[in-house]
């Protein structure tokens, strides 16, 4: 029996948006090959934005009291980690963006108090499945950085990402011709390398 953890974290404001059934395929691949998953849905929760007080960097905690203490605890107690979020102007949603901003906690604790975050015998890694309405070149660049430094800063490792462009209106994504077969065996490749 496969002993790992993915956990799922879909951004979108929209519950059934166009990375929710990519978000849903890559997790099923996964519990298909043995992992135990589990998902949040960042709109259904109260996290507040980051408001830098700075006393992170004193405590190793955050002095905002509100949904982010749970999946503070998700994101230390999972292997990897599958963060799917549409792109609203050349980033992540806003709710998406709050949740990794208050991860401004981990940074604090890895370089400044210099506590490690866990003990994992895995190495971990990190996914990012997103969708866009537009064909720009670069329409994913930003982003891309950004996830890559969320990631590190959970001692996690930029693994893959799925990025589908020209995807805006409801159940577009359920168009494009590989998009559900790729997130499949990316949860399966995920949780057995």
Known sequence: MNSTKVLGIYGSPRKEGNTSPLLRELLKGAKDKGAKTTEIFVCDLNIQPCIEDYSCAQTGKCCLKDDMQGIYQHLTEHDHIVVAAPIFFYNVNAQTKALIDRCQVFWARKYILKQPL???????????????????????????????????????????????????????ILKHPTALKESYDLGQALVTM
Not at 150 to 170: C, G, P, R
């Open 118 to 172: 866990g003990s994992s015998k895995t190495k971990n890694r990190g996914v990012f499945i997103s969708v866009g309405a537009t064909k720009g070149k670069n329409l994913f660049d930003g982003t891309l950085l950004t996830m890559k430094y969320f990631f590190d800063v959970l001692d996690t490792e930029f693994f893959k990402s799925l990025l589908y462009k020209n995807i805006d209106a409801k159940g577009d």
